[in-house]
């Protein structure tokens, strides 16, 4: 297992059109996360899976946003109707249980909205 | 919401300098704080997951410590290397949740 992938890397698209990224985490992982950043920030969560269940999702997220993990292995984070704040680098991570555990994160997919 | 605040936002040292950074946390239902490095172009690195308040960890040259009654927590790095240059980025969860909340990141860059 080389760890977390994400894929694209990079999507350009134009406004109002749906976006869709992959997230393929440590296969023994059953927690996983996405998260957005922008420039100069940190990392902002937006949601997490505990195996296929969504547990928690950020209050700041629209109803444009949508995320799965069926089977609870890999996950897609859907963008419907893109808008230009919506650029930023998206960000995977996964994690076993416990408290001990640090995430491992993927490279991220960097999203531009023209 | 958790408010994670860090500082310095940008630091330059010379290569052998040893730094320190510091990240603060809201203290109250404090679970855990986590460190990571991030280098351009490559993903966020765990670099340490504490919990107990006075805990003190370390990592080669790079060392961190805790204290959750003040809410707040240091990473040192001492004799600073080129390859040290990177964003370092701390958050913190809660025991409301499972999330982290991260802080803006400290961005380091050691001049050979």
Redesign the interface.
Known sequence: DTGVSQDPRHKITKRGQNVTFRCDPISEHNRLYWYRQTLGQGPEFLTYFQNEAQLEKSRLLSDRFSAERPKGSFSTLEIQRTEQGDSAMYLCASSLNGVDYGYTFGSGTRLTVV | ILN?E?SPQSLHVQEGDSTNFTCSFPSSNF??L?W?RWET?????????M?LNGDEKKKGRISATLNTKEGYSYLYIKGSQPEDSATY?C?S?NNA?????????TRLMVKP
Do not use: C, D, I, W
């Open positions: 994670v860090q679970y855990a986590h990571y172009a490559k993903s966020p690195e765990a670099l340490f997951v919990t980025l958050a969860r949740g499972n999330m982290l909340t991260f802080g803006g990141g």
